[in-house]
């Protein structure tokens, strides 16, 4: 095995030190009947075998590198400069801890502030975390913050027009409480926020890729004393205006379609903004600005007063880690398109869509059901759309997301996405086929 | 190290430069929302070169195990081969899509499939979920498991979860999430759980125990299986703590052993990076009786074909989708290479490394516990008057190596807890032994050098109080 550096006269010479004949007696507080028990394991394989035998694994999926690609529905199909995993990747980042001695990780922590930095002027608010673990967490754990600001509340409004596994993790995070979890129809300036509610939460697009805009239900929130959380889009906040200007007290996102392969929905990035109100109040890992003897410019892990390591039982949450990689991924995808880059990504996102929308609109029996939206959006279907996906599968072509996966009351409907990675001809071909698989 | 001081990205923008080049649209413009359209945005603007040298010079300010020893006690910083990278990297798992429906993805639910069999077989488990994505998350859902088996015994007033005072911050922060209080059970002479205490804290409130093995000090829980045994008898259930089990692969099986749930940290025992703070993977485990309560879904094989499925009475969903898959495929790499015996040598080499450590530091640096170790072991940095822990920690790092946890567990005090891993040599660990002794001669000779390292590093110690007390969080130019 070559991950085991050591010969055997090292070991005699180690045992030796010890004072122990062999690696066995250090065992012995294990109990005896318990103690090497025979694994069945498959034998071992070496690194050749081991990667033939993954990259067959990896070879029977089918996925956007195979198929064109119109499916969303959290986890999006984007370009990734080829400098994010060629930097990202380094050992130096790779293989690094928990930056806990700032002064032998002043890299990652570099980078965390300047993701902070440029994830907080993107949301419009004045402070971001250093990540959660996807924005289903991000928004579990923003509705958990809400409610101990004030446990008299006991209510979470939640759009209906959420993504229904954001909705399922949230009543995972609440299932110890005693919170009810309601929800609201249409725009959330209509949600009906009352005393009761700790937060209204709001899509920035919602699930079915509908765009509301945001001032009035903020007003109405803190009339009635209540946080108002956003789950945004974060590359449409490149193009439009941010949560933050909108009044969102928190913002949460998943920020995988910054930077991140889609990996099967795994690792994401929960990104997680607030504004400097409930700084201190915030769970998770925050890096600050520091100096040290002489003056010079570095920075920390800092706020640590809020974390389980020191407040044990009374901790905000739990968390102990952040999704470093993820979220170097997407500090350094930000920093490369820059501003003029990710409204240029934003804005050919949003003119495909539409152009795509404008199409499928005018075939017969489709309708798109959304008034505004970004990148995705919903469209009635003339026979089952789970019957479209599958047809146009044998044409390699994945349309969207067939909406009785999560409701089988909605079998008619499908969720269709297009992002950067879409050509024109591509968006013709879709439309064709799907007008074909109606017939 | 490049102890050069790095702009930050915003100081190094210039108006109207982009470093990627993106193509031109090829459909025709639609209108944007007039509301809702965004005036501003204020991120840096950079040319490619310009990123590429800026987080290089980021990336050579950091220690790494690619670069450095790392001893990190419960950190387990192993090597991570750069096999399980190349693995991850597949096109066949970048691009596929988790919504994309089980035929398009049978060979991603193969892996979930084989590395939930493989995780089952190494603990003694009857099932596993890869769901969790953190040890942390991990700890969360075993709680949520005793909590809802507990409600469907009949026996749902139990709210009293107990923990050793040596245990991660982490156990009783989760059990606050699930609606638990907590009792801290003190630790014995011999630095595990106090058997007398735990018989009195024994009573019909409590739901269960959370133990971590071996503990926070390195010690193995010599009274493990009577533990589990006493507090089964008053009707709680056993949760482990996993984060240690790179002292027990192939030696141990917790699932057979009395541990009801358990959480595994993949980025540690199983080797994936660390991240400079993840992603990790925690992986939780589950006897018979507790299986149907995993979080989910699962992968399943039925008539030939994988698929995902939630357990019976599941706890629910965690996370969005199934787990850190990224994650999930370097773990399976590993474990794949180690098979039974591989995985044997791991804890064996990881326990022999540890106590030739401790051997031959034990005379320089006390120990409070002097029992033999396993794979970690917690010394103390009061070697000299005005010495602290955190000197000895600091000046390490002049010597060129990452300093141990230090401060944990809390009931050592000036805690230095080493964890030196299999992967490291008899060489380095003779590197660090020489270093350690030096810094404790140093401390009655010399104790200025101490209180003023590090000194080679791009920042010397920085004031994290005040740091605190005035908060910059993000750049205000």
């Known amino acids: 095995m070559p991950f085991i550096p050591n010969a055997e006269s090292d070991r005699e010479e180690m045992l030796q030190a010890i004072g122990k004949r062999s690696v066995e007696e250090l065992f012995s507080d294990v109990p005896a009947r318990r103690r090497f028990p025979k694994l069945k394991l498959p034998r071992a394989l070496s690194e050749q075998e081991v990667l033939r035998e993954i990259g067959a694994m990896a070879a029977k999926n089918r996925g956007a590198d195979k198929v064109s690609w119109f499916l969303g529905a959290g986890i999006y199909n984007h370009f990734i400069p080829a400098l994010v995993p060629a930097l990202a990747s380094r050992g130096e980042f790779l293989t690094a801890y928990t930056p806990y001695q700032p002064e032998v990780s002043q890299g990652t922590l570099q980078a965390i502030f300047e993701y902070q930095s440029m994830a907080a002027r993107l949301f419009g608010v004045s402070v971001v975390n250093a990540s959660h673990y996807d924005g289903a967490t991000a928004l579990a754990e923003a509705a958990l913050m809400a409610w101990k600001l004030d446990e008299g509340r006991d209510k979470i409004l939640l759009p209906e027009d959420l993504h229904p596994e954001y909705k399922a993790v949230l009543e995972t995070y609440f299932s110890s409480f005693d919170v009810e979890i309601a929800g609201y129809r249409g725009a959330p300036e209509d949600a009906g926020v009352d005393g009761r509610c700790a937060c209204l939460v709001a899509g920035y697009p919602c699930f079915s890729g509908e765009l509301h805009g945001l001032g009035r239900a903020a007003e109405r929130a803190h009339a009635a004393g209540a946080l108002f959380i956003v789950h945004a889009d974060p590359l449409m906040c490149a193009l439009l205006e941010s949560p933050g200007a909108q009044g969102a007290d928190i913002v949460v996102a998943e920020g995988q379609s910054l930077g991140n392969p889609m990996n099967f929905g795994g690792p994401g990035l929960g990104m997680m903004g607030a504004t400097e109100k409930l700084m201190r109040r915030m769970p998770g890992r925050i890096v600050g600005e520091a100096r040290d003897h002489d003056g010079r410019r570095g920075f920390v892990l800092t706020l640590t007063a809020r974390e389980q390591h020191i407040r044990r039982e009374k901790a905000v949450s739990n968390i102990c880690s952040n999704q470093g990689l993820v979220m170097l991924q997407s500090c350094i995808y930000m920093a490369a398109l820059g501003a003029g880059g990710m409204r240029q990504v934003a804005s050919l996102c949003y003119d495909k869509a539409h152009y795509a929308a404008s199409l499928i609109d005018g075939l017969e029996g489709f309708r798109v059901r959304n008034r505004s939206f970004f990148k995705e959006f919903l469209v009635s279907t003339p026979v089952p759309a789970q019957t479209i996906v599958d047809k146009l599968a044998r044409r390699k072509i994945m349309p969207g997301l067939a909406l009785s996966r999560y409701d089988s009351a909605r079998e008619k409907e499908l969720l269709v996405c297009v992002t950067e990675l879409n050509g024109k001809a591509e968006i013709d071909h879709l439309v064709a086929a799907l007008k074909e698989a109606a017939l | ?477």
């Open chain 2, 1 to 477: 190290m490049n102890l050069s001081p790095e702009p930050l990205v915003f100081e190094l923008s210039r108006p109207g430069l982009v470093g990627c080049s993106l193509p031109g649209s090829d459909v025709p413009p639609a209108e944007l929302p007039k509301n809702l359209v965004r005036a501003n945005l204020d991120l840096p603007e950079l040319d490619e070169l310009t990123v590429v040298r800026h987080f290089t010079r980021l990336s050579q300010k950091n220690y790494s195990i690619d670069t450095h020893f790392y001893p990190l006690g419960s950190c387990t910083m192993k090597y991570n081969p750069k096999a399980n990278e190349a693995a991850a990297a597949e096109p066949g798992w970048k691009h596929i899509h988790p919504l994309a429906g089980d035929s398009e993805t049978q060979g991603a639910l193969e892996l979930l499939y084989k590395l939930q069999e493989s995780l089952a077989e190494i603990g003694g488990f009857d099932s596993v979920s890869l769901q969790p994505a953190a040890g942390a998350h991990g700890e969360l859902a075993g709680v949520l498991m005793i909590r809802d088996c507990l409600k469907a015994r009949g026996e749902g007033q139990r709210k009293k979860m107990l923990i050793p005072d040596s245990a991660h911050g982490t156990n009783p922060a989760s059990c606050t999430m699930a609606g638990f209080s907590t009792q801290t059970i003190p630790s014995g002479k011999d630095g595990n759980i106090d058997i007398k205490a735990l018989e009195a804290a024994l009573d019909d409130s409590v739901a269960g125990i959370m133990i971590t093995n071996p503990n926070t000090l390195g010690l193995f829980e010599r009274n493990i299986t009577k533990i589990a045994a006493m507090v089964h008898q008053a009707g709680g259930l056993v949760y482990g703590d996993g984060a240690n089990m790179n002292a027990l692969t192939g030696v141990f099986q917790p699932g057979k052993s009395g541990i009801d749930v358990m959480h595994f940290n993949l980025h540690k025992t199983f080797s994936t990076p660390h991240g400079g703070g993840g992603p990790g993977a925690g992986m939780v485990a589950a006897v018979k009786e507790l299986a149907p309560f995993l979080p989910g879904p699962l992968a399943r094989r039925r008539a030939g074909k994988y698929e995902l499925a939630m357990p019976e009475k599941s706890i629910g969903r965690l996370k969005a989708f199934y787990g850190n898959f990224g994650v999930l495929v370097r773990a399976y790499c590993y474990v794949r290479m180690q098979g039974a015996e591989g995985l044997r040598r791991i804890a064996e080499n990881s326990v022999l490394n540890a106590n030739y450590l401790r051997a031959r530091l034990e005379k320089t640096y006390k120990l409070k516990y002097t029992r033999p170790c396993m794979h970690e072991f917690v010394a103390m940095g009061d070697v000299a008057p005005g010495i602290r822990t955190l000197d000895i920690a600091k000046r390490l790092i002049d010597y060129g190596f990452h300093p141990p946890t230090i401060y944990f567990p809390l009931i050592v005090p000036e805690a230095l807890m080493i964890e030196p891993t299999e992967t490291e040599s008899k060489k380095t660990l003779d590197g660090f032994v020489d270093a350690m002794l030096s810094i404790a001669a140093e401390a009655k000779t010399a104790p200025e050098l101490l209180h003023a390292a590090p000194t080679t590093t791009p920042v010397g110690r920085l004031d994290e109080v005040a740091a605190a007390r005035s908060p910059v969080l993000c750049f205000r130019g």
